[in-house]
């Protein structure tokens, strides 16, 4: 981030601090349909869309560190396999033999030269090419070459491994857009698995995200966690397209102390690449459609969700950060390696059951969204664009009201703000 970009958000901060009303212009977001959180119906639409269409965050390269490594990968409801290839490249196949449908691996990850389906012996490379069948004598006009592992589209970026079930998907560097030059100076690429933790949540898991995706909750639900450490007044939302967001939020201006969060992450290595905003602001990004992640000097740390039913998730909570050596691995987010969720979690995941009662109620109509809880009607904005309005149910769709004029890198608080 150059020193004009951190300028115009240290003006936006003041501009945010200071405004008495939404900023000029800004279009007034209608109700969210109850149904998008309880209608199967929705549900439906999101896995056929959604989920098969967005570039989803799967792996880490520590997972499959050696030629012939391979994981078994399941979060999107597709059994996935990812390969470390004799080659270099990391290649992703569906779990499913072309001969009769068997899954090639059955365990959760482990090492092989080769792919052999368990069922029946046929045998594939990492590239997923068919190398041999047993008694192939009893096969007539068998042809091998078109007879390989169905591929899944797979990408990197940095040391993290992102999947794609459409063929068609633009690449992984097109859907991150600018996010991706705002990511350089986290040294992506030398970023190291040091925790990573699945819990399950009984709650829809848009309930669970959004909880992330705004701070108009922090006073309320997180008063000695986050609230001392984040100056909500002056958080700066920025939208990008493909339904991206990203929060920026300063330390309150009377806080002598960070807290004890930041105390806690001291012992940590840092990255020296870092800028200036990261390192005395919360700047948090949501990449569509589920990942979560504030960035820091320290870690990165990502929240992904994953449904697993219409009132049930998976929280996977990771945290990536420089080679701490001897030092004291980072994990952000649990405590002792995953005995429990961090007290700020605790604070969202809780109420998060609570929630689904609620909307579960006769008496849940709809979500009148705030200015500041703009990020969670830019991503579902997006989401209607993915799935397509003719293919949703009357009542259920959200209408197009926030325009390009308020993406980036178009934002009309930088006039205003002048003014």
């Known amino acids: 981030m150059n020193q004009q970009e951190i300028q115009t958000l240290r003006t936006l901060m003041e501009y945010e601090a200071s405004r008495s009303a939404p900023p000029k212009g800004f279009p007034e977001l209608p109700d969210i349909p109850a149904g998008r959180y309880t209608d199967p119906r929705f549900f439906e639409l999101e896995k056929e869309h959604i989920w098969r269409k967005s570039w989803l965050f799967a792996a880490h390269i520590d997972e499959i560190p050696q030629p012939g490594c391979w994981r078994l990968w399941e979060n999107a409801g597709q059994p996935v396999i990812i390969v470390h290839a004799n080659d270099g490249r990391v290649n992703a ?38 190398l041999a069948v047993r008694d192939p004598e009893d096969f007539v006009n068998l042809d091998k070459s078109c007879r390989g592992l169905t591929p899944v589209r797979c990408e990197r970026f940095g040391n993290l491994i992102f999947v794609n079930f459409d063929a068609n998907a633009d690449s992984l560097m097109q859907w991150l857009g600018p996010v991706a030059d705002e990511w350089e100076e986290f040294q992506f690429g030398n970023c190291r698995l040091a925790a990573r933790h699945i819990w399950d949540l009984n709650c829809n898991w ?55 969060l930041l105390t806690q992450r001291s012992p940590w290595v840092e990255m020296e690449t870092v800028g200036e905003i990261a390192r005395t602001c919360t700047q948090s990004y949501g990449i569509f459609p589920n990942w979560v992640s504030p960035l820091s000097q320290w870690t990165i740390p990502p929240l992904l969700f ?105 934002d009309p608080r930088v006039a205003l703000a002048k003014a």
């Open 306 to 410: 994953w449904p697993n039913g219409i009132n049930k998730c998976r929280l996977e909570t990771w945290t990536l950060a420089p080679d701490w050596g001897d030092g004291i691995k980072p994990d952000l987010w649990t405590q002792n390696d995953g005995e429990a969720l961090s007290p700020v979690l605790l604070e969202d995941t809780e109420f998060g059951e609570w929630i689904q009662k609620s909307v579960e109620s006769y008496g849940f109509k709809g979500v009148p969204l705030s200015y500041q809880e703009a990020r969670i009607y830019h991503w579902n904005q997006f989401a209607d664009k993915m799935i397509g309005a003719e293919n949703i149910p009357e009542g259920l769709a959200v209408e197009q009201v926030i325009g390009n004029d308020w993406m980036y890198p178009n």
């Open 206 to 260: 848009k309930i669970a995200m959004e909880a992330n995706a705004e701070v108009y909750h922090v006073r309320s639900i997180h008063p000695r966690t986050v609230a001392p450490i984040l100056d909500d007044r002056r958080n700066v939302n920025t939208l990008y397209p493909q339904g991206h967001g990203r929060m920026v939020a300063p330390r309150p201006q009377t806080a002598e102390d960070p807290g004890d």
């Open 93 to 130: 196949f569906y779990n499913t033999c072309s001969h009769r449908g068997a899954p090639i691996v059955t365990e959760q990850s482990g090492q092989r030269s080769r792919l052999v389906c368990k069922y029946h012996g046929w045998t594939y490379s990492h590239s997923g090419d068919l």
